[in-house]
């Protein structure tokens, strides 16, 4: 009787053994980048972009209530500042800029690894822009970059899922939303000259700067994404880039700026750049510029949110494969010569 009782017992704890021993690399991460929602994504950017922020400029109260609405979201998905406590806010202060640009801050939150905590993955977007001119009228900025800003934020809630189901990256991600990239990469800058874990643990910045619009290059083929950089440092990086894309999103994948010799030179104008030239490995998503670009009609109406959420689920599993692969991405090239 004793020894039947004891049988019974050891399938119940070995089923419940299997179970929990489910490991990440069993999951499909596609489960969690479906959290990622174009409704979601809307419902956050008509806040973001909406008038109320007044343009978000770089030390201005509108930029100081978008990273109200950062910080309030990070609390709410229980996603903990690297700084400590109550604080998201790494300031960047008025004597980085010229032109009488008050003190402003970055905003950053991050989930620490399982595995390897001390190596970094950074997911970045800049959630400043242009403020308002003379008259009054509000740039919006609802491509850029608040439709990278919402990424974000539809990323890490995509992570703070999956670790609620018991899949927390092996790698910490750091979520970076940095301040005062109008005014020059400032924010990014700063980060990167002050980082809150040490550049030589940061495995690599997937950026993401205006990816809710089309350009006129892409008239019959709205399926797509340029990306600028994934091959410049880590041959492994781009490999992997590419392995994601044709395995889940199958986005046409546009390395038209990719090109050294392209006379935009988009590698070196948003803030993946100051990662970049650190030798880290970085991935720039971008749609190519439209328009609206910098202009008051920049508003949240004409984004394409259906395109908006395959990108942002392509970053989201990007930033999946790396957190969770054995090794970092492998750099096998010279860092970027200075611009
Ligand atoms: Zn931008």
Not at 55 to 70: D, F, I, N, S, V
Not at 194 to 210: C, E, K, S
Request: hydrophobic share 35%.
């Amino acid at each position: 009787m004793k020894k039947v009782l004891f049988s019974a017992l050891t399938v119940v704890l070995v089923g419940c053994g299997a179970h929990q021993s489910k490991q990440i690399e069993d999951i499909n991460p596609m489960e969690f980048a479906e959290s990622i929602t174009s409704k979601e994504l809307k419902e956050h950017l008509y806040i973001f972009a909406s008038d109320e922020f007044q343009g978000r400029e770089t030390g201005e109260p509108g930029q100081k209530m978008a990273a109200e609405y950062l910080k309030k979201e990070y609390k709410a998905l229980n996603i903990v500042s690297p700084i400590g406590g109550d604080d998201y806010y790494q300031e960047v202060p008025a004597a980085m800029f010229r032109g009488g640009v008050k003190d402003s801050e970055n905003v950053l939150a991050y989930i620490p690894g399982s595995e390897k905590p001390n190596e970094i993955l950074v997911i970045s977007s800049h959630y400043d822009h242009v403020g308002m001119d003379d008259e009054g009228n509000i740039f919006n900025g609802a491509d850029d970059d608040g439709s990278g800003t919402v990424a974000v934020l539809e990323i890490a809630e995509a992570f703070a899922k999956a670790r609620k189901e018991g899949f927390t990256p092996k790698r910490s991600i750091l979520f970076l939303n940095v301040t005062g990239e109008e005014k020059g990469l400032i924010g990014s800058k700063f980060y990167t000259d002050n980082p809150v874990f040490a550049l030589a643990q940061t495995v690599a910045d997937l950026n993401i700067d205006m990816i809710g619009r089309t350009d006129a290059a892409h008239k019959k083929n709205d399926n797509y994404v340029y990306l600028i950089g994934s091959d410049k440092l880590s041959s492994e990086l781009h490999k992997l880039s590419e392995e994601v894309n044709a395995k889940y999103t199958k986005l046409d994948l546009d390395y038209t700026y990719n090109d050294e010799n392209d006379p935009n030179r988009f590698y070196y104008r948003s803030d993946h750049y100051n990662f970049a030239k650190n030798n880290i490995p970085i991935i720039f998503y971008f749609n190519g510029v439209h328009a609206d670009y910098h202009k008051i009609s920049d508003t949240p109406d004409k984004i394409r949110y259906d395109l908006l959420e395959k990108r942002a689920r392509l970053v989201f599993l990007t930033a999946w494969e790396i957190a969770n692969r054995d090794e970092r991405p492998f750099v096998d090239k010279p860092a970027p010569a200075s611009n």
